[in-house]
């Protein structure tokens, strides 16, 4: 006969999960009443209050572009299909141009600088050449007029008076350098009858030019002449009177150009006006060398000429 199965053993019951724990103020409510079958009713899971909902964010309103990013976002947009300059790029080439301002700035600088440099070593060399050639401006001395022939028309009461002259003017110069010439251009000579009236204008002539060497004298000579020249019946008459007596004073006026000579170095000619007031007659039979001489002014750009020594 088979042996028979020893019986299985009995299968264990699943542990009942562990009921939650009371709230703290679960002593002072009443209990339920129990069911009428005898049957405990388990209590309802403990539920955790809802919290309330997170506060929305804020959404801070979006600043505009500057202004040069946006013009230049739209002069230069970006090709259809492109990719976009990395920002690595984009500020490599800010910095670029920020580093164009500096170096022009540095350029400028630079060449202040360079200059003001010339400009100080202009200025120590032309005092240093004034110390060693020590120059000095000629002095011009005008003698006494000769040829000097006047002759008035219109005796009548009718006709008003005329003149008509012919004068020769000198003026002598002399240059005190001893390493520094003078070139003269050529120019014009005026002469002028002076009157306490105003001046009489009696003509020009033009004035050839010459070069001044160092240490020696030179002479501007021209004769100026007029044919025609009206005046009042009370200038004429003192001119006679004046004329007759050899004590009409006359004014001389030449203007030409002068540069200056140091060795083989020249510069450039500039204006310049030779001035001669009180100028007299020369006496009869004496010659342009009797007399005695005025001094004439020298006007430099219509400066008077002076010197420092």
Same mark, same amino acid.
Do not use: I
């Given at each position: 006969?088979?042996?028979?199965?020893?019986? =299985?053993?009995?299968?264990?019951?699943?542990?009942?999960?562990? +009921?939650?724990?009371?709230?703290?103020?679960?002593?002072?409510?009443?209990?339920?009443?129990?069911?009428?079958?005898?049957?405990? @009713?388990?209590?309802?899971?403990?539920?955790?209050?809802?919290?309330?909902?997170? &506060?929305?964010?804020?959404?801070?309103?979006?600043?505009?572009? &500057?202004?040069? !990013?946006?013009?230049?976002?739209?002069?230069? &947009?970006?090709?259809?299909?492109?990719?976009?300059?990395?920002?690595?790029?984009?500020?490599?080439?800010?910095?670029? +141009?920020?580093?164009?301002?500096?170096?022009? +700035?540095?350029? *400028? *600088?630079?060449? #202040?600088?360079?200059?003001?440099?010339?400009?100080?070593?202009? =200025?120590?060399?032309?005092?240093?050449?004034?110390?060693?050639?020590? &120059?000095?401006?000629?002095?011009?001395?005008?003698?006494?007029?000769?040829?000097?022939?006047?002759?008035?028309? $219109?005796?009548?009461?009718?006709?008003?008076?005329?003149?008509?002259?012919?004068?020769? #003017?000198?003026?002598?110069?002399?240059?005190?350098?001893?390493?520094?010439?003078?070139?003269?251009?050529? /120019?014009?000579?005026?002469?002028?009858?002076?009157?306490?009236? $105003?001046?009489?204008?009696?003509?020009?002539?033009?004035?050839?030019?010459?070069?001044?060497?160092?240490?020696?004298?030179?002479?501007? #000579?021209?004769?100026?002449?007029? @044919?025609?020249?009206? %005046?009042?019946?009370?200038?004429?008459?003192?001119?006679?009177?004046?004329?007759?007596?050899? !004590?009409?004073?006359?004014?001389?006026?030449?203007?030409?150009?002068? $540069? %200056? +000579?140091?060795? #083989?170095?020249?510069?450039?000619?500039?204006?310049? @006006?030779?001035? *001669?007031? /009180?100028?007299?007659?020369?006496?009869?039979? /004496?010659?342009?060398?009797?007399?005695?001489?005025?001094?004439?002014? %020298?006007?430099?750009?219509?400066? @008077?000429?002076?010197?420092?020594?």
């Amino acid at each position: 006969m088979a042996a028979e199965k020893p019986p =299985l053993p009995p299968k264990p019951k699943p542990a009942l999960p562990p +009921r939650p724990r009371p709230p703290p103020n679960a002593a002072a409510r009443p209990a339920p009443p129990a069911p009428a079958n005898g049957f405990t @009713r388990p209590s309802p899971p403990f539920k955790k209050p809802a919290l309330a909902p997170p &506060p929305p964010p804020q959404v801070l309103p979006l600043k505009p572009p &500057p202004a040069r !990013q946006y013009h230049l976002h739209h002069q230069h &947009p970006p090709p259809p299909g492109g990719a976009r300059k990395p920002a690595a790029r984009y500020r490599q080439q800010q910095h670029r +141009r920020g580093g164009g301002g500096c170096s022009c +700035r540095r350029a *400028c *600088c630079v060449a #202040a600088g360079v200059a003001v440099l010339a400009l100080c070593l202009s =200025l120590a060399a032309a005092c240093l050449a004034y110390l060693y050639y020590r &120059p000095r401006p000629p002095s011009f001395h005008l003698q006494p007029l000769d040829p000097v022939r006047l002759r008035l028309l $219109g005796n009548s009461s009718a006709a008003a008076p005329a003149l008509d002259a012919t004068v020769g #003017a000198r003026a002598v110069s002399w240059n005190p350098n001893e390493r520094v010439a003078f070139r003269y251009g050529g /120019g014009e000579g005026r002469v002028a009858l002076a009157d306490g009236d $105003g001046d009489v204008a009696l003509g020009w002539a033009p004035v050839a030019g010459f070069e001044h060497a160092p240490r020696s004298a030179a002479a501007v #000579a021209f004769v100026a002449a007029a @044919r025609g020249v009206v %005046v009042d019946e009370a200038v004429a008459a003192r001119v006679r009177d004046r004329y007759r007596r050899r !004590q009409q004073g006359f004014r001389v006026v030449v203007d030409t150009r002068v $540069g %200056v +000579r140091v060795g #083989a170095l020249r510069t450039g000619m500039v204006p310049v @006006r030779l001035a *001669c007031d /009180g100028g007299v007659m020369a006496p009869r039979g /004496g010659g342009t060398a009797a007399g005695p001489l005025s001094r004439c002014q %020298v006007y430099l750009f219509r400066v @008077r000429w002076f010197s420092l020594n």
